[in-house]
């Protein structure tokens, strides 16, 4: 049964961090390509990072680019995302998702896999 399970998210202020995990179980990490995606009421889901099986390579959405780190562990199959300098718009439900093809990262239908989410609450 594949399953992935974020954590760490909350209430933080403008300006502080928060560092997301998302732990992946019931497939093979290692040959995925793991992304973080966010949704913001009434917006939709919305690309944040990608990062590819081996993690020689990331992405990232333009409006998170230098505050925004994505990192994997493939021996504990966890993918991360350090968030700094948080602002209010950046308040979202954040999603991990599997992507096994690889090939593109940006859009949900690149994605095999969802977990559930975890709120990410940023106050001015």
């Known amino acids: 049964q594949v399953q992935l399970v974020e954590s760490g998210g909350g209430l933080v202020q403008t300006g502080g961090s928060l560092r997301l995990s998302c732990v992946a179980s019931?497939?093979?990490?290692?040959?995925?390509?793991m992304g973080w995606f966010r949704q913001a009421p009434g917006k939709e889901r919305e690309f944040v990072s990608a990062?590819?099986?081996?993690?020689?390579?990331?992405w990232y959405a333009g409006s998170v680019k230098g505050r925004f780190t994505i990192s994997r562990d493939n021996a504990e199959d966890t993918v991360y995302l350090q968030m700094n300098s948080l602002k209010p718009e950046d308040t979202a439900v954040y999603y991990c998702?599997?992507?096994?093809?690889?090939?593109?990262?940006?859009?949900?239908?690149?994605?095999?896999?969802w977990g559930q989410g975890t709120q990410v609450t940023v106050s001015s």
């Open positions: 990062i590819y099986y081996d993690g020689s390579t990331s």
């Open positions: 019931g497939f093979t990490f290692t040959t995925y390509t």
């Open positions: 998702a599997a992507n096994r093809a690889g090939r593109g990262v940006a859009s949900t239908q690149d994605y095999n896999y």
